[in-house]
């Protein structure tokens, strides 16, 4: 099968090369020309023959370049042919590109994807929305995407159901690494565990509270025992805060997720040891920048930006 695949970033490389590795052809495009197979939209659309198939096209780009992509490709492609979301987008955008989309009899699916920078080894966990016909056609790329075996992939419903599935996920993420975070703080605050590290390495096998999560704060700790080269400041990606708002909107309560989001805000006001870890954390699941520890110190000079 073929695919455009729109944005080459930490994500979206590692996705085209393992598509490739099932066997699949891919086009990518990325403004940066050293790793894009295109030099724009239209010759990425021009390069994928179709012989017969719908064109299939995959975005993924931060969501402020969603629209400005979708409204371009809906000049490109044709009736019959299909965009696919793959980006953090909320929910509530669906609905209105599959409407602008469906203008021009472009089919449209959103997707949330899990996976981070460790999609390219472990597979990518999925979660689509849109219409059975659809979804169908471009199950070979979820297959390639997806991790061996029987879980990492589920059509949760029409148009927004992949991205409020991603929302709701990503929201019980933020209260699973606060809780290993306020733990962690604790430990550090006491006389009496003498080494963290290795208590926490201790929970991997026979725990209830075993994860991947509590896997990768481990080989963080491993890499630096108390964080100390890393500030305790955590950006929050958006999707939490949707979480909350679903939740109000729902008369759902979601205290612990609620609490966590609140807990990343008070990350950018103070150097908490808790947000040390939920940094560290995101900076090992999905690359996610982490601000070095000097950045605390307010004698510490940034260098100029050289354009």
């Known amino acids: 099968m073929e695919l455009g695949l729109v944005g080459l970033g930490k994500m979206g490389g590692n996705m085209r090369q393992r598509i490739r590795n099932a066997g699949h052809t891919v086009v990518g495009f990325d403004h940066n020309q050293d790793i894009s197979d295109a ?3 239209a010759d990425m659309v021009g390069k994928l023959t179709a012989d017969g198939q719908p064109k299939v096209v995959w975005v993924m780009v931060p969501v402020q370049a969603i ?5 371009e490709l809906a000049e490109l492609l044709s009736p019959g042919d299909i965009v696919i979301d793959g980006g953090n987008s909320r929910w509530t955008d669906d609905t209105r590109r599959a409407a602008q989309l469906a203008e021009k009899d472009i089919r449209f699916v959103d997707c ?5 920078v460790w999609g390219l080894e472990n597979g990518y966990a999925l979660m689509c929305g849109g219409d059975n016909d ?4 471009v199950m070979p790329i979820f297959e390639a995407l997806k991790p061996e075996g029987e879980f990492g992939f589920v059509h949760a419903g029409k148009v927004g159901a992949g991205h409020f599935s991603k929302m709701v996920h990503n929201g019980i993420e933020y209260g699973i690494m606060q809780a290993y975070a306020e733990g962690y703080e604790l430990l550090e605050a006491s006389d009496v ?3 963290v590290p290795e208590a926490f390495q201790s929970w991997r096998e026979g725990t209830v509270i075993r994860s991947w999560l ?18 305790g400041y955590a950006d929050d990606s958006g999707e939490g805060r949707w ?3 679903a939740a109000i909107d729902l ?3 979601v205290p612990a997720i609620a609490a966590a989001l609140f807990a990343r805000f008070s990350s950018r006001q103070d150097d908490s040891p808790a947000m040390k870890a939920i940094a560290a954390m995101r900076n090992q699941f999905g690359g996610h920048a982490v601000k070095g520890a000097e950045a605390a110190d307010p004698s510490y000079a940034t260098p100029p930006i050289k354009h």
């Open 39 to 41: 030099k724009d939209l």
């Open 134 to 137: 659809t979804v169908n056609t």
């Open 67 to 71: 629209d400005p992509v979708v409204t």
């Open 112 to 116: 949330g994807v899990s996976g981070g």
């Open 243 to 245: 979480t909350v708002e």
């Open 214 to 231: 509590l896997d990768l704060l481990v080989n963080a700790l491993e890499d630096d025992n108390h964080l100390e080269k890393i500030r």
């Open 193 to 195: 565990v003498e080494n």
């Open 251 to 253: 008369a759902v309560p």
